[in-house]
């Protein structure tokens, strides 16, 4: 059995090892899918979390994004690589 991607890791850091600005890109992207709660409080899409991966920023996209909000997961992979941004493919047996 072959491990499935199951989230892709995009790291502030372009192909050539420089940081990528805008700094806050991740925010902004993450923030573009996110909902305010009954708590007045911002509620980040599961599909889409920036996180701090080993002391770097990092925005952590889920593959079900794919499905259920095509047209941004687009976006996502178009602006990763027009900016030629790394990423990190995350495998596991099941997602």
């Not at 090892?17 to 911002?42: C, Q, V, Y």
């Not at 690589?81 to 495998?91: I, K, W």
Request: hydrophobic share 35%; proline share 4%; aromatic share 8%.
């Amino acid at each position: 059995m072959s491990k499935q991607v199951c989230r892709l890791v995009i790291e502030s850091v372009v192909e050539d090892g420089r940081k990528f600005r805008p700094s806050d890109w991740i925010e902004r992207i993450s923030t573009t899918l996110a909902n305010f709660g009954p708590d007045h409080r911002l509620h980040y899409d599961e599909s889409v979390q920036p996180r701090v991966i080993n002391g770097e920023k990092c925005l952590v996209v889920d593959k079900s994004l794919e499905t259920s909000n095509p047209e941004a997961f687009a976006y996502i992979l178009g602006f990763v690589q027009a900016n030629r941004l790394r990423v990190h493919e995350e495998h596991h047996d099941s997602c």
